[in-house]
């Protein structure tokens, strides 16, 4: 076989191989790139989405402080608003499940136009308050209560200034106090023994940098007593349109006190019917903390809700499965919150 | 017909044509990944957004500048982001000339991708000096 043969033989072999493998190549890089532009392509719309929900305002724009309405376009911004990322406090309020106008999730994914798109949303506060009773002392007329308050964001201590209200059968307190560098402070009250039963012990930080990073803790504890608070879910309080709505279970009972809290002020709710109570248009920037005391014959509880209604966790639950994020700075009620829209579950 | 018998040209016109096919696909790949990285630099881009124009929602981020309270706006800035972010916070007049004098920062630069953001805000004070508000965000893994 002449040497120009064999040359040519394996110049061809090694053509052929280098063409079969690059071709293997190149399939698998231009599947990746066409997955890559399919992902940016779910992205871009799944971002405009977030930003159409958070910047309009659904309709009807009132469809928050309406009970009766639903929504058939879904916004949660604040009607008249001119500040961006500015949400209604009744719009997300009817997120919450504990609100008894909020809305189902067929009804949000019907109203944000989804039909083979689950949708979550999650509002949380700036900074986490959490509160423990770290001591108590018996004296002959009264107890004296210790709490810790921790107060943290991304796990970070934070430097606040504190306002801790203490709530008990015929017995109200107020005081101002801060939290060190590290997050941590130390509140007293002393309750006499005279109001025993439920208590209940609301505290708002805010954080020195900045009044609108305002954020609340609740503490429930028993003084004097062994009762048991009665279920939540039995004594529902649903504030919608600055009004408070009490369950109809409430009818049974005395309401002894109806209050609201807010980081500055404190004010007693007047009734407006049997199961309603007006709730003031507090204009500073920090959640509201509505506290209700009611009793019979043999039970006495203390029963709360914030409003804004958040915490909340709304719609899809995308634990364990993919889905794309978006997270935001929103204000509801000129407070800060963090406000994380999750979508998944499109088909391929 | 001497020349249409002569074929000795032709291994090499096939390898020129494969090559070119090598050449061009590796080009056609490029764009795509430019578009992977993108979708990383928007999430930052829109965090940095988000974060400039709640700072300026009340006036806070042109009141922290006139009165060059630098150490305010940082530890502003950083309440607002998620602990594992890198930032860097650059303020500039309207002739773009550098304003602060001190470094806004959560600290030393980071070797991973950094994405800009400009802003600009207007101060309401009697001057109405404009600012032009520089973020940087970066993760820090």
Not at chain 1, 130 to 152: D, E, G, K
Not at chain 2, 67 to 80: Q, R
Not at chain 2, 106 to 111: I, K, L, N, R
Not at chain 2, 114 to 127: E, F, L, R
Request: aromatic residues 10%; hydrophobic residues 40%.
């Amino acid at each position: 076989m002449p040497t120009i043969s064999i040359d040519t033989f394996f110049a061809c072999t090694l053509m052929v191989s280098v063409v079969i493998i690059s071709s293997i190549l190149l399939t698998g890089t231009l599947n990746a790139q066409m997955a890559s532009v399919k992902d940016l392509n779910q992205d871009e719309y799944f971002r405009a989405l977030s930003e159409y929900v958070l910047l309009n305002t659904g309709a009807p724009a009132n469809w928050g402080s309406d009970s009766t309405i639903g929504p058939s376009s879904f916004g949660l911004a604040k009607q008249g608003s001119l500040r961006s990322y500015e949400l209604d406090i009744d719009k997300t309020s009817r997120l919450n499940s504990q609100n008894a106008f909020a809305l189902t999730y067929p009804e949000i994914l019907t109203a944000a136009g989804l039909s083979d798109i689950a949708l979550g949303i999650s509002i949380s506060q700036m900074m986490n308050v959490s509160i423990s009773l770290s001591a108590n002392s018996t004296s002959p007329q009264s107890v004296m209560y210790t709490f810790r308050i921790s107060v943290s964001q991304d796990g970070a201590g934070v430097e606040t200034s504190l306002h801790c209200y203490t709530v008990a059968r015929n017995f109200l307190s107020d005081s101002y106090n801060s939290t060190s560098a590290d997050g941590t402070g130390y509140f007293d009250v002393e309750l006499p023994n005279a109001s025993n039963g439920t208590a209940l012990l609301v505290v708002f930080a805010r954080a020195f940098q900045d009044s609108r990073i305002t954020a609340y803790g609740v503490y429930s504890f028993q003084h004097l007593s062994s009762q048991s608070q009665p279920e939540d879910t039995t004594f529902n309080l649903s504030p919608l349109n600055y009004t408070l709505f009490l369950n109809s279970a409430y009818s049974n009972f005395t309401v002894e006190n109806c209050y609201a809290f807010s980081y500055g002020y404190q004010s007693n709710l007047t009734a407006t019917s049997n199961e309603t109570y007006a709730i003031p248009t507090i204009s500073e920037t920090s959640p509201m903390v509505l506290v209700t005391s009611a009793s019979n014959a043999s039970t006495y509880f203390i029963n709360w809700t914030d409003y804004p209604q958040v915490p909340l966790e709304a719609g899809a639950d995308f634990q364990n499965s993919e889905s794309y994020a978006f997270s935001y700075l929103v204000t509801i009620k000129g407070t800060l919150y963090n406000l994380v829209l999750r979508f998944g579950g499109i088909s391929p | 017909m001497n020349f249409l018998r002569d074929n000795r040209g032709q291994i090499r016109t096939i390898e020129a044509i494969f090559a070119s096919i090598l050449i061009f696909s590796s080009i056609a790949l490029i764009p795509s990944l430019k578009n992977v990285m993108n979708q990383n630099d928007q999430i930052l881009s829109s965090i940095a957004r988000n974060v400039l124009i709640t700072l300026d929602q009340d006036g806070s981020l042109s009141g922290l500048i006139d009165n060059g309270n630098w150490t305010g706006l940082s530890s502003l800035v950083a309440s607002l982001l998620p602990s594992a972010m890198w930032f860097n916070l650059t303020v500039f007049d309207e002739n773009m000339q550098l304003l602060n004098e001190n470094q806004i920062s959560s600290g030393t630069p980071v070797s991973g991708n950094i994405v800009g953001t400009d802003y600009v805000c207007a101060s309401p004070s009697q001057n109405y000096r404009i600012y032009i508000v520089r973020l940087q965000l970066s993760t820090v893994n």
